[in-house]
């Protein structure tokens, strides 16, 4: 049943005119049994999987929905757009199994909207759909490839991330659902975008495989002024790593759903940026024209460095996002955000354009995301596998910092222990550099560059930069590293 002609144009006829019109923010008219949920209560109701959307037609993809509640308390309209128009889904307390809420008389739920919904497909299966894309909360979404559990997740909009004014957390307050071919490869979606200050269309094409792919059109609509709007927004988690240990006693080595931010600059230059747990909030950001790519990274696959049976950190995806067209002079901003444990999410990176968009104007972005594992985005050359930090030591402890830097990749391979590497260092004025080297590494088949330094004020940071070169040429990615006060 192939879709009628409804496209981002029809969304983004409604975006501009809920942007001409007075911010109206959402009701929550759930019937306060459900507003009063708990976490753990909510997740007990779940969609029974025998009523999902499609099932009976044997189509590629499957939807299940979420119950709204607790948290969950603003509804979302949903639509399956099909041969005869497009339709709103009716929400049915039947479809739902509540669990060990006794409490609650699933018959009092009329009309009340979902929280949210999950598309299925085979991916590691070819007989089990698996789950591969999850709506919920906000504007967020989080994808899976083939043998990936769900880690960091993408938004459709960051708005005034760390700025002093606060955050704003746009919704996607309504769905369409393009009814699929049964030889579709892919399921199209559309969103609508609301908040206060701007609205926006979207459209989704996903294609579930080894790499999920998500190919995102949006259009977006200032109500007001706005000093900061973040596109193609990823959100994760690094709470502690090999170039930060846990302050407290953990059985496991590391905890993190990504590990660093790769950049690929429209000058061609590859930048990586180890994450970190800061003491307080650390903005960064990477100045370039017309990005050729972005992403939070889960760079380290050994399980021997989680130790983690049931969070498998080891294979959450990392997630990398490809520009369509121009975007112009901007930036890829990192945020880091101090965290106690796990549990937050503490690392946002997004595009800022240099030319944000004026009320009553708009903007037009394309880009795909990529949730990937073991075909992860690389430079050419050579990456960096590992970041350590630890104390410097001559004949006894001394107050220096040493970084040892592992490199891997192509440009390295072939490469014996007289070729001439050398390293390109740089440190900021808040950094003494007292010694460096760069080796192979013999276990790796890669090269290992250390150095020690001294900090000068310890509530100041230092800035590094590092990259390996032979014969005057790079043959690495650019190693960018702020060791926070």
């Given amino acids: 049943m192939p879709a ?54 044997k189509l590629p993809f499957e939807i299940q929905f979420f119950h709204p509640g607790g948290l969950y308390n603003v509804p979302v ?49 070819t007989d089990y759909k698996d789950e591969v894309l999850v709506f919920q909360g906000a504007s967020y979404f989080r994808g899976l490839g083939k043998g990936q559990r769900y880690g960091l997740s993408a938004r459709g909009l960051a708005v005034d991330t760390a700025q002093l004014s606060g955050e704003e957390f746009p919704y996607f307050t309504e769905f369409w659902l393009s009814w699929p071919s ?6 199209v979606i559309y969103a609508l975008l609301d908040s206060r200050r701007v609205t926006g269309a979207y459209r989704f094409e996903l294609k579930p495989g080894a790499t999920t792919t998500m190919d995102v059109s949006a259009r977006i609509f ?62 960064t950001s990477f ?37 369509k067209g121009d975007w112009g002079p901007g930036r890829v901003e990192l945020v ?5 444990d796990e549990t937050n999410d503490n690392i946002v990176a997004y595009w800022v354009s240099d030319k944000p968009p004026a009320p009553g104007d708009s903007m037009e972005m394309a880009y795909s995301i990529a949730w990937q594992k073991d075909e992860e985005t690389h430079p050419p050359t050579s990456w960096v596998t590992q ?28 490469l014996d222990q007289d070729s001439k590497v050398f390293p390109g260092l740089w440190l900021s004025d808040n950094g003494e550099l007292l010694e460096r080297q760069v080796s192979p590494n013999e276990v790796t088949g890669g090269w290992r560059l250390s150095f020690r330094f001294r900090r000068l004020d310890a509530e100041k940071p230092v800035e590094m930069r590092a990259f390996l070169r032979r014969d005057q040429e790079s043959i690495s990615e650019t190693w960018s590293y702020i060791l926070a006060p």
Avoid: C
Wanted: hydrophobic letters at 30%; zero cysteines.
């Fill in 387 to 414: 970041s350590r930090r630890g104390h410097g030591w001559v004949k006894e402890p001394d107050n220096t910092i040493r970084m040892m830097v592992d490199f891997e990749g192509p440009a390295l391979k072939d």
């Fill in 336 to 340: 880091q955000i101090p965290s106690p």
């Fill in 77 to 125: 309209k949903i639509n399956v757009v099909a041969a005869d128009g497009s339709n709103p889904l009716a929400f049915n307390a039947a479809d739902f199994d509540y669990g060990n809420n006794k409490g609650l008389d699933p018959t009092r739920f009329k009309d009340i909207g979902f929280a949210g919904f999950r598309v299925h497909s085979n991916v590691n299966k």
């Fill in 222 to 283: 200032p109500r007001e002024r706005i000093d900061k709007i973040g596109i193609a927004p990823l959100t994760s988690m690094f709470a502690f790593g090999e170039n930060q240990r846990s302050q407290v006693e953990d059985y496991r080595p590391e905890v993190h759903d990504s590990d660093g931010l790769l950049v690929h600059t429209g000058s061609d230059e590859w930048i990586w940026r180890p994450l970190s747990n800061p003491r307080r909030l650390l903005v």
């Fill in 182 to 187: 049964p030889k579709d490869d892919h399921l």
């Fill in 287 to 323: 100045s370039t024209t017309n990005p050729k790519g972005f992403g939070l990274q889960q760079r380290d696959r050994d399980f021997g460095n989680y130790q983690d049976l049931e969070a498998r950190y080891d294979i959450r995806p990392s997630a990398w996002v490809t520009p």
């Fill in 4 to 57: 009628f002609g409804f496209g981002l144009d029809d969304v983004a006829a409604k975006a501009k005119t809920l942007a001409e019109q007075p911010y109206k923010k959402p009701e929550n008219t759930l019937p306060k049994e459900l507003s009063e949920l708990g976490y753990d209560q909510v997740r007990d109701i779940r969609f029974k999987p025998d009523k999902a959307l499609w099932r009976s037609r």
